[in-house]
């Protein structure tokens, strides 16, 4: 490059030196290979499939399943088609995710806190607890808890029965279940107005605490309310609900619910593996927040419990709830080794029986990771509201 | 002032009373710890009952009244009496299946030359004060697996082929993991600067890849490879079995990779870039010799996390029919010989322990990486 005429001219570059130019000639390249990879793809896939007599298309949908599965939220029996098989394995998979979730999220906040404890045998305890099953792959777990654990119970008739409610043995867990009449409606109904005005007393106890600085004991009046209300509404409506309790009748357990070792075996695995984890975001979630932080509240005169739900928490929580969803994304994706366990969620359901039945194996894969894809969008596209909701407002 | 026969002044500090015993020593610590307070004095009181009811049979069935030998040969005789704890003996009789499958017994000289020279490359290479570390990155990461895989393979130079059926234990998760990471660092560094990139095609291209395969999980990409990429090849192609579940491995890892690096680019400060740019690098020299050593160099504990999680996902390659580690315990664990009640349970927890052994010492590992790292400037 010469230098010496630079100021006078503006430098001429070769047409091919020319950044913008050989960004499009790059961006033609890549998506060229990208494009003659895809054609390569499908028309390899076209022959294949001529080759094996198969056709390609999403009709096979309407078809006869023609199997059953032991373990579903909606009507389901052979003769329903596969829409059917899809829609039950995919309520299973959000099922097992939905309690999984919620159990996971206790857990690892316990854990996470007991971890912090100025109690050592609980702060080692935790620490053991977390350090081991975190590092032993889940597959194994879930493989421990189904075959050394849950397929070693006694038979029915040997089961273990606790408080003569919990029936434990090899067919499953029994608990005991509600029997719903129609008049339980109300009583949900009552829940729901109980939960709209827990909220408006706290709005409005916000709002009278802002103009005039006077308290009202939130807490305790929400409290109230939310356990006045449901109650008042259950016995109101004359609704009379009972509890189905397991009794042993004739070779099994009857009335309950079973819950499958599958799901127990599925649940239980995702929910400790998945705490250890949670319980790490609390912690560093926790020690986050500066110890100034804490004293400038309480310089400010805050007391106690305004201290940690102005102060503390809705720092912490910032820290903690991104990698808290993605833990929860994970959960959701793992709980697909339910397979490996034969729970019937969606990939065992769909992309293993289903599959092996009409061997549709380019539709029956995309329609599953469609499904995990909508899963991971929704949730990243939640994640990006509340994001730029919490974001520091930086000056 | 005369008259001062009477008066006493010090001299020197009388020295500190010692601190009262119930601050100080064992006491004190115990007061601290343990019953600061009557809630935690009930915590401390409950977990040494936990602690006493759970510890004794877990000792008693891992150690005191397990199996460890058998000298006679009686297999699972010896395992099944009432009350006999951890069946050991059956993992030291089985344990070249788990190590490395069915490689055949008379070749088993390959997988250890292989296991031996990773391991003699892999501890200076992970050594921060250790030398010659360009050498021997080259070796560990391109020559290694090159000569590992004529080595195990076979078929050259008169070795007697073994294909890769015959793989197995943890051999094959050793190798999935190391081809994993060491295919997927390349393609992970690309998807990330694909996704920085100003190249509105190049960045799309890169930010749907990355996130079609962290939405979804490996065992989906596993089927798919499995089921699809035999589709996707011309006709009469036949993919190998590992290859496939390589192919899904890396693919899977390499967008994970990306976004961790991506973490660490976003981390430098622009000023390096204009720095780079200002010398009249190139962008790829910039990125090659400014960049990315700073960036990959913050994201090291990243990457070493994600091998973790790498090395625990192989487990699943057992869904798609590969024997590895954990499959061949799932195998072994059916065997009539050895069928004992605690027989699930002992091979359970020495799989468990092998895989906890490696993430453990790894994750270790990241953490003196953090702490080492995080001393230098930033």
């Not at chain 1, 010496?4 to 961006?27: S, W």
């Not at chain 1, 969606?346 to 092996?356: D, Q, R």
């Not at chain 1, 061997?359 to 730029?388: C, D, K, P, Q, W």
């Not at chain 2, 004794?56 to 297999?75: E, I, Q």
Request: proline share 5%; charged share 15%.
């Amino acid at each position: 490059m010469t230098t010496t005429a630079a100021h006078l001219d503006p430098p001429r570059t070769a047409f091919l030196n020319d950044p913008v130019v050989r960004g499009v000639i790059y961006q033609i390249i890549v998506a060229g290979l990208v494009v003659a990879l895809f054609v390569f793809i499908l028309s390899n896939a076209v022959q294949n499939l001529v080759a094996q007599n198969k056709t390609m298309g999403f009709d096979f949908l309407n078809q006869v399943a023609g199997f059953d599965i032991f373990f579903k939220l909606i009507p389901y029996d052979r003769a329903s088609s596969y829409w059917g098989a899809f829609a039950v394995g995919l309520l299973n998979t959000l099922l097992v995710a939905f309690v999984g979730i919620i159990l996971a999220t206790i857990w690892g906040f316990i854990l996470g806190i007991a971890r912090l404890s100025s109690n050592l045998i609980i702060s080692w305890l935790a620490t053991i607890y977390i350090e081991t099953l975190r590092n032993i792959p889940l597959l194994l777990q879930l493989y421990f808890w189904y075959f050394a654990v849950l397929k070693t119970m006694p038979n029915v008739k040997q089961s273990f029965v606790y408080f003569d409610t919990f029936v434990l043995n090899k067919r499953g867990f029994f608990v005991p279940w509600p029997v719903l009449d129609d008049r339980f409606i109300y009583a949900v109904g009552a829940t729901v107005v109980a939960i709209v005005a827990a909220f408006a007393v706290r709005r409005w106890a916000l709002r009278r605490l802002e103009a005039t600085g006077k308290r009202f004991p939130v807490g305790w009046t929400n409290l109230g309310i939310l356990i006045v209300v449901p109650v008042a509404g259950y016995l109101l409506s004359g609704s009379h609900v009972t509890f189905s309790i397991p009794v042993l009748k004739g070779f099994n357990y009857e009335g309950g619910e079973d819950l499958p070792p599958e799901l127990v075996a599925l649940v239980m695995g995702l929910v400790l593996y998945t705490a250890t984890f949670i319980a790490e975001i609390v912690r560093a979630g926790i020690l986050a927040v500066n110890k100034g932080q804490t004293e400038a509240a309480a310089s400010l005169g805050l007391r106690e419990g305004d201290r940690l739900r102005l102060v503390v928490v809705p720092q912490a929580m910032r820290v903690i709830i991104p990698p808290l969803t993605s833990q929860y994304l994970n959960l959701t994706k793992n709980s697909s080794l339910g397979a490996a366990v034969g729970f019937p969620e969606l990939v065992n359901v769909f992309a293993g029986t289903a599959l092996n039945q009409t061997g549709r194996a380019i539709e029956i894969i995309s329609l599953t990771m469609l499904v995990y894809l909508t899963f991971s969008l929704g949730t990243s596209a939640l994640m990006n509201i509340y994001n730029a909701r919490v974001a520091l407002k930086e000056r | 002032m005369s008259d001062d026969t009477a008066r006493f002044v010090r001299t020197e500090m009388a020295p500190a009373e010692r601190p009262p015993i119930r601050v100080t020593g064992l006491i004190g610590w115990v007061r601290k710890h343990l019953f600061s307070s009557i809630g935690n004095t009930v915590l401390t009181l409950l977990s040494i009952a936990f602690l006493a009811w759970v510890m004794p049979p877990l000792l008693n069935f891992l150690v005191f009244k397990a199996v460890w030998t058998d000298p006679d040969g009686l297999k699972g005789d010896l395992c099944r009496p009432e009350g006999v704890g951890a069946c050991w003996a059956f993992i030291s009789a089985r344990i070249t299946f788990f190590v490395y499958g069915f490689y055949p017994q008379t070749e088993l000289w390959r997988p250890n030359i292989v296991l031996i020279s990773g391991l003699v490359l892999i501890v200076p290479l992970f050594t921060p004060k250790a030398p010659y570390k360009v050498p021997n990155a080259i070796l560990f990461f391109i020559v290694l697996p090159i000569v590992s895989f004529f080595l195990l393979t076979g078929g050259v130079f008169g070795i007697t082929p073994v294909p890769t059926e015959k793989w197995g234990g943890l051999l094959i998760t050793l190798v999935i993991s190391v081809v994993g990471i060491t295919c997927s660092i390349p393609i992970g560094i690309l998807l990330a600067l694909g996704r920085r990139s100003r190249l509105p095609i190049i960045k799309t291209l890169s930010i749907l890849f990355i996130e079609l395969w962290r939405a979804v999980p490996l065992i989906t990409v596993l089927f798919m490879a499995s089921v699809m990429l035999p589709l996707f090849m011309p006709q009469g192609t036949t993919v190998d079995k590992l290859l496939r579940a390589l192919v899904g491995v890396t693919l899977f890892e390499s967008a994970y990779l990306a976004e961790v690096v991506r973490g660490g680019l976003q981390a430098l400060p622009r000023g390096q870039y204009e720095a780079a740019s200002s010398l009249g690098l190139s962008y790829w020299k910039s990125m090659a010799f400014v960049i990315l050593p700073q960036a990959i160099k913050h994201v090291i504990p990243g990457i070493v996390g994600n091998f973790i999680s790498l090395f625990k996902d192989t487990s699943l390659v057992s869904i798609v029919g590969l024997f590895d580690l954990l499959n061949t315990m799932q195998s072994a664990l059916g065997d009539q010989d050895w069928l004992s009640p605690n027989l699930t349970v002992t091979g359970y927890i020495f799989a468990g322990l092998v895989f906890w052994v490696f993430c453990f010492s790894m994750s270790r590992y990241s953490r003196f990486l953090e702490r080492r790292l995080d001393t230098g400037h930033r």
